[in-house]
Nanobody, 122 residues
């Protein structure tokens, strides 16, 4: 069992930056591929980014590539999402997720955080 808690969301103007954090507790953090997803009002949840167990490889949705960066600190059992050049269309609830057996490019995740709201004003 893994518990995930996101933080760092908030209100920011277009062009600004935010850094989300996701702290994990429970089973060995380094055993999990970690992912970030988001869900805007009236829309389905969509994949944002993922990072491999070691942190050496990352994968991004085209919509955020070049603007968002995910990293992890296995010693602190925390994954981060640095979001730069934010746009109003990035407004959503952002979730982190953990996958024990999945691959970096898969969409099957076992555990989810409660989400943190990111609002980008124009």
């Amino acid at each position: 069992q893994v518990q995930l808690v996101e933080s760092g969301g908030g209100l920011v103007q277009a062009g600004g930056s935010l850094r989300l954090s996701c702290a994990a507790s429970g089973r060995t953090f380094s055993s999990y591929v970690m992912g970030w997803f988001r869900q805007a009002p009236g829309k389905e949840r969509e994949f944002v980014a993922a990072i491999s167990r070691s942190g050496s490889t990352t994968y991004y949705a085209d919509s955020v590539k070049g603007r968002f960066t995910t990293t992890r600190d296995n010693a602190r059992a925390t994954v981060y999402l640095q979001m730069n050049s934010l746009k109003p269309e990035d407004t959503a609830v952002y979730y982190c997720a953990a996958s024990y057996l999945g691959s970096l490019y898969g969409l099957v995740y076992d555990y989810w955080g409660q989400g943190t709201q990111v609002t980008v004003s124009s």
